[in-house]
C-alpha cells in the first residue's frame, strides 16, 4: 500500500506560478514512476506530467509543455510539479499518482496508476 499526500494548491492569477508537492510513504520500493493529472469539472481526468524514480525521465502533455516542469527528490520520496505561466484553463484539481509501470517514460494512462493521492485545488483567475 502507497499512501499519496499533494500539497500546494490555491488560487493565482493568470500569469502567475503555483508549485504542487506530493509525498509518498508506505511500500514504495515497486513504484517506478509518478504521474501528476488533473481534471476540470465536466471534464475526464488527464495527464499533466510523469517522472521515472530512477532515472528522472519526464514527459509532459502538449497543453503544458514549456511551462510546467516534475522533479523528484528521492531522499524524501516527493515529487514536484512546478506551474509557471499559469492559464485559466490551467484551473482543475490536481492529483499525484503512482505506478509499477516500468517503461522508459511514465504511462500518460490513469488507468496504469493503482495509488493516487486526494487531489489538490489549483485555481487560476483570468
Known amino acids: 500500500q502507497v499512501q499519496l499526500v499533494e500539497s500546494g494548491g490555491g488560487w493565482v492569477q493568470a500569469g502567475g506560478s503555483l508549485r504542487l508537492s506530493c509525498v509518498a510513504s508506505g511500500r514504495t520500493s515497486l513504484r517506478y514512476a509518478m504521474g501528476w493529472f488533473r481534471q476540470a469539472p465536466g471534464k475526464e481526468r488527464e495527464f499533466v506530467a510523469g517522472?521515472?524514480?530512477?532515472?528522472?525521465?519526464?514527459n509532459y502533455a502538449d497543453p503544458v509543455k514549456g511551462r510546467f516542469t516534475i522533479s523528484r527528490d528521492r531522499d524524501k520520496m516527493t515529487v514536484f510539479l512546478q506551474m509557471n505561466n499559469m492559464k485559466p484553463e490551467d484551473t482543475a484539481v490536481y492529483f499525484c499518482?503512482?505506478?509499477?509501470?516500468?517503461?522508459?517514460?511514465?504511462?500518460?494512462?490513469?488507468?496504469?496508476?493503482?495509488?493516487w493521492g486526494q487531489g489538490t485545488q489549483v485555481t487560476v483567475s483570468s
Open positions: 517522472i521515472k524514480w530512477r532515472n528522472a525521465n519526464t
Open positions: 499518482a503512482t505506478t509499477s509501470n516500468n517503461n522508459i517514460y511514465a504511462p500518460r494512462e490513469s488507468a496504469d496508476y493503482d495509488s
